[in-house]
């Protein structure tokens, strides 16, 4: 079945520090990709999504790119700020059954202090 | 505004009690899905559901009941809830012309004492 695995937080920050957050996916068709954010006391919300190999996402400062050859779609933020502290959840998309099968990875907390 | 709506935000129940957590959304979307959250586990996926009668069941499906009577509701019930099933749950709802984007309620805190 299809998987994600995203590195285990909390990853704690200086403001305007560079923010990766890795993923990585298995998955048997071609799913589409996406990052989505838990800020504290609320459901998630879509960041960016890839639907193809090579495709980049990008919202926010954030950015993502479908990388097919090494299965991963990492996140990555130039400067953070104190209000990107959230929960961030890596996710594919697979339609190949014939519905939209969603699956998650575990979360990252990230903490942003000033 | 469009949304999906959960209620309660926060229940406390005892063990065997039944429940039931409702949803809604407005967006006339054919696809909904219930997930709890959990730490270390992050999001899985307990029913979903295509359209209008139509629901199947998720990763985690023991213990739970759903219902799709409506296009708009989709409530999440739990018969006799256990201690395991404290969780934070979560409704989401999509269509083809959300092009794969989910939309998530706030979310409901459940603890079974």
């Known amino acids: 079945g299809n998987s994600v695995t995203q590195m285990e937080g909390p990853v704690t920050l200086s403001e305007e520090a560079f923010l990766t957050i890795n993923c990585t996916y298995t998955?048997?068709?071609?799913?589409?990709l996406f990052w989505y954010v838990q800020y504290p006391g609320e459901g998630l919300q879509l960041l960016l999504k890839a639907t193809k190999a090579d495709d980049k996402g990008s919202n926010k400062g954030f950015e993502a790119t479908y990388r097919k050859e090494t299965t991963s779609f990492h996140l990555e933020k130039g400067s953070v700020q104190v209000s990107d502290s959230a929960v961030y959840f890596c996710?594919?998309?697979?339609?190949?059954?014939?519905?939209?099968?969603?699956?998650f990875g575990t979360g990252t907390k990230l903490q942003v202090i000033p | 505004e469009a949304q999906v709506t959960q209620n309660p935000r926060y229940l406390i129940t005892v063990t065997g009690k039944k429940l039931t957590v409702t949803c809604s959304q407005n967006m006339n979307h054919e696809y909904m899905s219930w997930y709890r959250q959990d730490p270390g586990l992050g999001l899985r996926q307990i029913y979903y559901?295509?359209?209008?009668?139509?629901?199947d069941k998720g990763d985690v499906p023991e213990g739970y009941k759903v219902s799709r009577k409506e296009k708009r509701n989709f409530p999440l019930i739990l018969e006799s809830p256990s201690p395991n099933q404290t969780s934070l749950y979560f409704c989401a709802s999509s269509s083809p012309a959300t092009n794969e984007k989910l939309f998530f309620g706030s979310g409901t805190q459940l603890s079974v004492l």
């Open positions: 996710a594919l998309s697979d339609q190949s059954g014939g519905y939209q099968k969603v699956t």
């Open positions: 559901s295509m359209n209008v009668e139509v629901t």
């Open positions: 998955a048997t068709g071609y799913p589409s």
